[in-house]
């Protein structure tokens, strides 16, 4: 089969749950155009509540594009523009009345580079619940942060430190304090893009540890460049290659039983 | 095969593999070699700005240093009372009305006393009176007016010597010339050195330079007004710049769309930075006081004259603080819900201010040694009295200079390379003062 076939008219392969999930997200025909260039050409999918959603696919097909939509992070890039439907819980995120930092305080995001502020690790947690009103108190405050470390199974190692720069960490534990902050405004959806592209093997498998402990009180979606990682943290996987969405499924069903060709071709290495 | 692979002990090596080896050690050597040179062109660079900064700071300390100190003359005062409130009267306004040539025979009798006289001898007194500068009257009377319980008693005062016998007694003005073409004469030389035997005639650390006004006695001159110019217009400059010049970038930078008016405001605020700073000083001329009609030689229209030169500096420089904070911060806070100005105001600037600074006190180094811009708005008048406001006429420290730079007596001359001294000391305060700030900021990282 050859791919500029599949490319026009375009279909994406789906594969339903065997247990039926909630839907948390639901999108329809998302394009993304930035200037004259389309990037993304209509993408269609439905992430389930609670459970971790993994989209993979070669460098520039789109998958950050995609991420960035779901709390209109693309507002930020000049040129950008969105179109289609985009649902959180039966809400329409890009609603004129819907105001963005509130969606944004729903769905948090953790970055490629961990990113965090170059202020004490205390402060960087406790930077979201501040700005959002969400600690009536100091011990409150102080409450949350060690609660959201602790989700971040970083506490431990920060709690006699937790006033020196969060810029002192390790790359690894950089990127959990990231995970801390978003964790901290207590969001519903988590979306992280290539979270452990910058970090060294043990600290990758810290990070895969957590997601698995996250995915119980929250949804996440994950960008990943590595097919292991997919498939060790996600449940679900959407293939995406030029900007189309090729297909998507149970990850165990996407890796062993692909039903398209270029997904077969992507997993198995034949390019990307 | 080449000679070099000949020599080669390994076989294996082909022909262009080897060639190839030997072209890389040329380019190394050649590399090793321009770098030297570099490194050389670099410390030679370095080398020749030191010698000649040293040069300047040489002449000018050499020129100046010696203002710091002054000659005076001690001599003991019968604050008489009969003389000084011929009526009774010894309050202030009395002492400051009334016969001013009073004060002169109170000098003139303590000078009999302190030169020994005969009280006939009017030649040796008028003599005597060349020495001391004629602005003793008035500073007598000042002194007596500020503490009317001195009339009365009897006081040792520093009188100033005049400029000339302050030049004579620092060798600036020498005694190996003939007299005729000498300020200071021979019986001048004698009464200096009796005065100097009886241990009278002394040199003392020069504080009127640093707190008088104008004055036309160089002995009596000091750089106090102009200090206090050129500081309210730093503080004028400071307040409307540093704001103003923050808030443009950051509008700028962060919030303005990127298309061709943006464009076009970048572009000449590039320009603006590269216009003369006289032109700006007609602008502050035709705007300020012929327009506002606000008052001429006022500190308030040289630091707005200032803000103008200095805002484009600030602006370049802060727009490119702000550029050098990296994108991921800004991605943080507004992934976290921040929005864009808390964004901004809590992780941006705070970030860029360590430059924000520097290009602030570049800016303000630059405003505080601009001269032309302040000739143009009447800065260089005779201002005696200290300014109280902004609103006050006033000179500026780099016009002082330039003023006493024009003035032929020697006594000037050393005061106008003391003045540089002091507007140089000034500059080096606010750049430690930046430096010190830049630290405090960039500890937050
Ligand atoms: N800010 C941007 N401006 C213009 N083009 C962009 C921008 N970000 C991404 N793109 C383009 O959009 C396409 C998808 O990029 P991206 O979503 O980053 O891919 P991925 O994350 O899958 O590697 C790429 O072709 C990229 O060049
Ligand atoms: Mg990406």
């Not at chain 2, 005969?118 to 008035?138: C, N, R, T």
């Amino acid at each position: 089969m050859s791919a500029v076939q599949a490319v026009t008219p375009f279909e994406t392969i789906r594969t339903p749950d065997a247990a039926s999930r909630p839907v948390k997200i639901h999108t329809v025909a998302v394009k993304v155009t930035y200037g004259q260039k389309e990037a993304l050409h209509g993408v269609s999918i439905d992430i389930p509540e609670k459970a971790v959603t993994a989209f993979i696919g070669p460098s520039g097909c789109g998958k950050s594009t995609f991420l960035r939509c779901i709390n209109r992070m693309n507002d930020t890039i000049a040129g950008a523009r969105v179109e289609g439907t985009i649902k959180l819980d039966d809400q329409n995120i890009y609603d004129p009345d819907l105001d963005v930092v509130e969606l944004r305080a729903r769905v948090g995001m953790v970055f490629q580079k961990p990113n965090p502020f170059p202020k004490s690790i205390f402060d960087n947690v406790a930077y979201g619940p501040r700005i959002h009103g969400l600690a009536r108190s100091k011990a409150d405050l102080e409450e949350i942060v060690v609660t959201s470390l602790q989700k971040a199974s970083l506490f431990n190692e920060v709690k006699d430190r937790l006033n020196e720069p969060g810029t002192g960490l390790s790359g690894g534990q950089q990127q959990r304090l990231c995970i801390a902050r978003a964790i901290a405004v207590s969001p519903e959806v988590i979306l992280m893009d290539e979270p452990c592209s910058a970090l060294d093997p043990i600290a990758t498998a810290k990070v895969e540890e957590l997601i698995d402990e996250l995915r119980a009180n929250f949804t996440i979606v994950i960008v990943t460049h590595s097919m292991q990682q997919a498939a060790r943290v996600s449940q679900r996987t959407a293939f995406f290659h030029l900007g189309h969405l090729i297909e998507e499924g149970p990850t165990d069903h996407v890796f062993t039983n692909p039903l398209e060709q270029r997904t077969q071709d992507y997993i198995t290495g034949r390019f990307g | 095969m080449t000679e070099a692979a000949s020599r080669l002990p390994v076989s294996r090596l082909g022909g262009p593999e080897v060639r190839a080896i030997s072209r890389i050690d040329i380019g190394l050597r050649r590399r090793y070699a321009a770098e030297r040179r570099f490194r050389a062109y670099g410390l030679a660079a370095v080398t020749i700005a030191l010698c000649f900064l040293l040069a300047l700071f040489g002449s000018i300390v050499g020129k100046g240093y010696t203002a710091f100190q002054q000659t005076r003359i001690a001599m003991m005062v019968d604050f008489d009372a009969s003389i000084i409130a011929p009526d009774g009267d010894r309050s202030p306004a009395a002492v400051l009305s009334g016969n001013a040539f009073r004060f002169d025979d109170l000098i003139a009798a303590s000078l009999q006393k302190t030169l020994e006289l005969d009280p006939d001898d009017e030649d040796g007194l008028y003599d005597g009176l060349d020495l001391l500068s004629k602005g003793s009257a008035p500073m007598l009377r000042s002194m007596i007016a500020k503490d009317p319980s001195l009339i009365g008693t009897k006081r040792s005062v520093d009188f100033y010597a005049t400029g000339d016998v302050d030049s004579f007694v620092k060798g600036t003005i020498r005694a190996d010339i003939p007299e005729s073409q000498r300020l200071i004469k021979d019986k001048h030389i004698a009464l200096i050195d009796k005065l100097e035997k009886d241990g009278a005639l002394h040199l003392a650390f020069n504080t009127g330079l640093f707190t008088n006004g104008a004055s036309t006695r160089p002995e009596m001159a000091g750089v106090g007004v102009a200090l206090v110019g050129s500081l309210y217009m730093m503080l004028v400059v400071l307040v409307l710049s540093l704001p103003l010049g923050v808030a443009g970038s950051i509008y700028l930078e962060e919030f303005a769309p990127k298309n061709r008016w943006t464009d076009l405001i970048e572009v000449n605020i590039n320009n603006l930075a590269a216009v003369p700073s006289i032109v700006y000083g007609l602008l502050g001329l035709a705007v300020f006081i012929n327009f506002a009609h606000l008052p001429r030689s006022a500190s308030l229209v040289g630091g707005l004259v200032l803000t103008l030169t200095t805002l484009p500096t600030i602006i370049i420089a802060t727009r490119a603080a702000l550029k050098a904070v990296p994108p991921s911060i800004r991605e943080a806070g507004l992934g976290v819900g921040a929005s864009k100005m808390q964004t901004v105001f809590h992780h941006v600037l705070p970030l860029a201010m360590p430059g924000v600074l520097t290009g602030t006190i570049i800016g303000l180094a630059h405003a505080l040694g601009e001269t032309a811009p302040l000739l143009m708005i009447g800065m260089k008048a005779f201002i005696v009295e200290y300014p109280t406001t902004p609103l006050d006429p006033a000179t500026a420290l780099p016009t002082q200079i330039y003023m006493w730079a024009t003035e032929p007596e020697r006594a000037f001359t050393e005061r106008t390379s003391a003045a540089i001294i002091v507007l140089l000391a000034f500059l080096l305060a606010m750049n430690s003062l930046a430096i010190i700030l830049r630290r405090a900021f960039e500890r937050r990282w």
